[in-house]
């Protein structure tokens, strides 16, 4: 039950702003972002230990890939593969139309559902398999907010708590590295629901070893020659700070 909040703005020096909790059994092994892949040298992401996925990756072309569960889907599943191979598929093609057109022809039977976003500074994408079929569609222009349900769906306790806090909050400045009013609404603890249901909560502590383990911001720049911008925390955000991932 990720969640991940976008600001998508073509035109801007800076298009594609991202902030994401990842949210996952305590316990999971994992690595933060790095080049972990011999055989994928242009790509930086984290390493899910067990299924040697990621649930979030950026390759040197720019474009950027996330994994979320969809609800009363999470970890593996008998004959099915895992969803983090499908960041590191889509971290393969240079451009978002192309990742997005390459993975909507997958075979939805091999994939638990999943929730995934696509993006770089020309084109973003929601890929929605409900279980039955993927769909690659495309996010407009301005605010949006996913979590293991519909996009912007206020169905969900988490966008319907914090959809308008985020999009009314000051916008980060990568070049300023201000990222302030997003990285206080990531920390935040605001309910405790129970298990197995989402939690209003961003930042999710509880007992039953499910929780928030890490969280990424990430900034896409419109010029080439400019490096994007990634902070990783490697806990929870509010007790760990974000550090910048070398990017090489």
């Not at 896409?220 to 490096?227: E, I, R, S």
Request: one cysteine or more; aromatic letters at 8%; proline letters at 10%.
């Amino acid at each position: 039950m990720c969640t991940i909040v976008l600001e998508f703005r073509p035109g801007h020096p800076w298009p594609l702003l991202a902030a994401a909790n990842r949210d996952e059994m305590v316990n999971r092994p994992w690595r933060g972002p790095a080049r972990h892949w011999p055989d994928r040298p242009d790509c930086v992401a984290g390493l899910d230990v067990l299924a040697k996925g990621s649930w979030l990756g950026l390759n040197d072309h720019g474009l950027m890939a996330a994994m979320l569960n969809r609800f009363a889907s999470l970890g593996p599943a008998p004959g099915k593969r895992s969803r983090g191979e499908l960041v590191l598929e889509a971290l393969d093609h240079a451009e978002a139309d192309q990742a997005a057109q390459a993975l909507s022809q997958l075979d939805p039977l091999a994939y638990r559902p999943f929730n995934m976003v696509i993006g770089d500074g020309r084109s973003l994408y929601w890929l929605r398999h409900d279980g039955e079929r993927i769909e690659a569609r495309p996010i407009a222009a301005g605010f949006h907010m996913l979590t293991a349900h519909e996009l912007d769906d206020r169905a969900s306790p988490r966008i319907a708590a914090y959809f308008d806090p985020f999009r009314a909050a000051v916008k980060p400045d990568p070049e300023t590295g201000d990222w302030g009013a997003w990285t206080d609404l990531l920390a935040r603890r605001r309910s405790q629901g129970p298990p197995g249901q989402e939690d209003a909560a961003l930042c999710i502590v509880r007992d039953d070893g499910f929780g928030t383990v890490s969280s990424a911001l990430l900034a896409l720049p419109a010029d080439p020659t400019v490096k994007p911008v990634w902070l990783f925390c490697p806990g929870r955000p509010g007790e760990l700070p974000y550090e910048p991932v070398d990017l090489g």
